[in-house]
């Protein structure tokens, strides 16, 4: 049997498992294969989820959950499908020790793990979930981080408590016209839109850079008043062209869509502190590292408005903050509305490479 030639010209389809096996026989050549296991257990869910979501007027999943979550949120239906899903893929994981929700009190550890369990994965299993009911695009965002070598096993959370900046893997899905998921290991960011007739992500977006700079910026303009005066500041020279660039406001209230839309477009998206929310009001380790991990590896910056967002030491697992992300020139501007004058040559972070996955 003469075997079938593939020509320079033939569509090659690549899967997110086909894509993650390579790049790590690239980049970590000893790998087990354990953390491509890991990401196989994050892409099934979220395909259950999706399937949920693109049937959702159908089937009874929208509304309330009838119950608050830990940060007294009204969860809707399809937020606990989404976290039930997520924590039943991953947990018949043996490499995963530990897992946190944003939907949850505290970090879920697994008995009889030991050495085996070797990955973290921290989620919001569905952003914006408040928009499900209007048929606005929601999303999943995830998060994965290596175990300690040494912490207190009578309290997994604080094995949790890790900088963004050692994240191994990051990534979120956005549930829209079609379904794509956006994932980063430390070596560029990819982009893979599932196809519904084989039910597999295939890659559509190889090495994503986000643009220098956008037109638009994406920002809660309601809340603009009680922003810091900052803040306030560079809006206004946003919207009369200060910088010579005419913009648009694009807002849509969930954060993976406005991000996403970012990502591809350039330009800038803020979430500020405000009165209500002084410390800010996104989550640090399920919203703000793992977008800021996909922003610098794609060439754009992310701060809290002080500092890099992937230095910032999380003080407990539901920490809060403020978040800036975007195009390197937008950031750049907004910068020196928010240095003290003092500070004239306090510049932002610089890109820096995560550690390699294994």
């Known amino acids: 049997m003469r075997r079938k030639q593939l020509r320079d010209n033939d569509p090659v389809i690549m899967t997110v498992q086909q894509h993650i096996l390579n790049e790590q026989r690239k980049h970590s050549p000893r790998a087990t294969g354990a953390f491509s296991w890991v990401l196989s257990g994050i892409t099934l869910a979220t395909k259950m989820t999706q399937a949920k979501v693109r049937s959702a007027g159908l089937l009874n999943v929208l509304g309330d959950a009838g119950a608050a979550n830990t940060h007294g949120e009204q969860q809707q239906k399809l937020d606990v499908f989404a976290n039930d899903a997520l924590i039943h893929c991953l947990g018949i994981r043996e ?34 979930s408040s928009n499900i009911d209007v048929n606005v695009s929601v999303g999943t965002i995830f998060s994965v981080l290596p175990m300690p070598e040494n912490y207190d096993h009578s309290d997994p959370s604080s094995a949790v408590l890790q900088p963004g900046a050692r994240q191994l893997a990051a990534g979120y899905v956005v549930y829209g016209p079609s379904t794509i998921l956006v994932y980063t290991s430390g070596h560029g960011v990819h982009g893979f839109t599932l196809d519904p007739e084989v039910g597999a992500y295939i890659l559509s977006h190889e090495n994503i850079r986000m643009p220098a700079a956008g037109k638009y910026y994406s920002v809660n303009e309601a809340n603009a008043h009680t922003f810091p005066q900052g803040y306030q500041q560079y809006l206004d020279y946003l919207r009369r062209g200060g910088s010579g660039r005419q913009y648009s406001s694009r807002y849509i209230g969930s954060l993976v869509a406005d991000f996403h839309r970012t990502l591809l477009r350039g330009g800038i998206f803020l979430y500020p502190p405000t009165d209500d929310y002084p410390d800010g009001k996104l989550r640090l380790l399920y919203e703000a590292n793992p977008i800021a991990f996909i922003a610098e590896q794609a060439g754009g910056v992310a701060t809290d408005g002080r500092q890099r967002i992937l230095d910032v030491s999380p003080q407990k697992i539901h920490h809060r903050t403020p978040l800036m992300v975007g195009s390197r020139t937008e950031m750049l501007d907004l910068d020196r509305f928010l240095q003290p004058a003092s500070e004239p040559d306090q510049n932002l972070p610089l890109r820096r490479r995560s550690p390699a996955t294994t």
Do not use: H, M
């Open 95 to 128: 490499s995963v020790a530990i897992l946190a929700s944003e939907e949850g009190d505290d970090a879920v550890t697994f008995e009889g793990r030991g050495e085996d369990g070797k990955y973290i994965i921290v989620f919001d299993p569905l952003d914006g």
